[in-house]
């Protein structure tokens, strides 16, 4: 009986053809592209724009938001306002916001877009000076 050749001796014997060798070349090709944009963090050029854009608008946003908390508070009547704005609806502190013009950069007609929101949440985790009573003369 003969003996059947180890496993070491059948690699080592192995020779593909070349559809083997095409066919394995294109599967390993598919598995490192899904590899990569499921795991590897690859994104189209489409997604990395629209990343992009996302990226400003926040960083534009944030920048007027800090504009506009700077403005509320240097405000000569800046307790009084602040007064009002808590007393003002959660849904409509925003709209207090925009129609006060805080959030309006200098230069620039429109208000930033979601910088009423943030400055709203930032006013609101932020301790302004009471409001002083008028003193009569």
């Not at 496993?7 to 066919?23: D, H, L, N, Q, T």
């Not at 994104?43 to 534009?60: E, K, R």
């Not at 200098?106 to 409001?131: R, Y």
Request: glycine share 8%; aromatic share 10%.
């Amino acid at each position: 009986m003969a003996e059947r050749p180890g496993i070491g001796a059948r690699w080592e014997a192995y020779r593909p053809s070349k559809a083997v060798w095409f066919w394995s070349c294109i599967a390993c090709v598919i598995a490192t592209i899904v590899i990569g944009f499921t795991w590897g963090g690859w994104v189209t050029g489409g997604t990395a724009a629209q990343m992009a854009s996302a990226a400003a608008d926040n960083a534009n946003a944030k920048l007027a938001a800090a504009f506009c908390v700077n403005q509320f508070e240097k405000s000569p009547d800046a307790a009084a306002k602040f007064a009002s704005l808590k007393k003002t609806d959660s849904w409509e502190r925003d709209d207090f916001i925009t129609k006060g013009g805080w959030v309006t950069l200098p230069g620039v007609k429109e208000p930033i877009s979601g910088a009423a929101d943030l400055c709203v949440q930032q006013l609101m985790s932020t301790k302004l000076p009471p409001v002083k009573a008028a003193v009569a003369g």
